[in-house]
């Protein structure tokens, strides 16, 4: 077995360096890994991950999303939660197995579930953002930040609640998008970004935004936001952020008003650009 996967994965390592991304995608996904029960679990997770990445490489995101279901992402959870319970009683508890089964040690270098849990919501971020599912696209970046090797790190956390504020922003208003703002806004991490904090206040507070105040105010963070609102995808997230800004003052003037006149409503801001 151990050959046999070490010969797929070499195989698709040299299509892939030779600018044969779909070939090399095709080349692991004619293993089923799922499938193999000696296989440890970790590095079928490891496996399955690299061809989700593949596949969204070469841009067949309706098959990374059928390979992404075959992970279970509350492993990542019971894996936080037994490491917690393991640091607390200071020993290691052996992974539970069936009594008759014989699982094999992983491959030496297969990643630990905690870097994998990464791994997968980055893949997943990407899968979303085809589809411009702002929320998940939050979502996934919360979970990545909500992970205890990531939280150590400032330098790691900190660019993931910069773009979850304005993923969940950039979301359509509603129940879940409203819970996940106040949710951010909550957070006492969010306390050392201030200027995406305001931000989010901004569209808690039921007052009228207007589009230039917006833009001077939060111009810092909205150019340091080079990778949300630059290339190909820039231009129609800044037009979804206008439209974000009209539902809110929408909201406000609802929640205000039982009557009002059109004349008395302020302009939508201009197109962006």
């Known amino acids: 077995l151990d050959l046999a996967l070490r010969l797929v994965r070499q195989l698709a390592r040299i299509k892939e360096e030779q600018g044969k991304i779909k070939e090399a995608a095709e080349v692991l996904q004619g293993c089923a890994v799922e499938t193999f029960g000696a296989m440890h679990r970790r590095e079928k997770i490891a496996f399955i991950l690299e061809q989700v990445r593949l596949c969204l490489d070469h841009k067949d995101f309706m098959r990374a999303q059928i390979l992404s279901k075959k992970i279970n992402p509350r492993t990542f959870k019971r894996a936080e939660k037994a490491a917690a319970k393991e640091g607390e ?88 998008q409203d819970d996940l703002v106040r949710r951010l806004h909550s957070d006492k991490s969010m306390d050392e970004l201030a200027g995406h904090k305001a931000l989010l206040k901004t569209f808690i507070t039921k007052e009228i ?23 190909d995808a820039g231009a129609k997230r800044l037009e979804d952020l206008r439209l974000r800004i009209v539902e809110h003052n929408l909201l406000v003037v609802v929640a205000y008003y039982s009557k009002i006149t059109l004349q008395r409503l302020p302009p939508p801001p201009p197109l962006p650009g």
């Open 89 to 176: 009683k200071g020993k290691k508890e052996p992974e539970p197995l069936n009594a008759d089964a014989v699982i094999q040690e992983p491959v030496e270098g297969t990643p630990e579930l905690e870097a994998l849990k990464v791994t997968y919501y980055e893949h997943m971020a990407r899968y979303h953002a085809s589809n411009n599912d702002y929320l998940e696209m939050c979502r996934c970046h919360m979970a990545v930040y909500d992970t205890p090797s990531v939280k150590a790190e400032p330098l790691r956390w900190k660019p993931l609640l910069e773009a979850a504020t304005w993923y969940v922003l950039l979301a359509p208003s509603g129940p879940e």
């Open 209 to 231: 935004i207007h589009w230039s105040s917006l833009q001077a105010t939060h111009k810092p963070q909205m150019d340091a936001a080079a990778a949300i609102f630059g290339g």
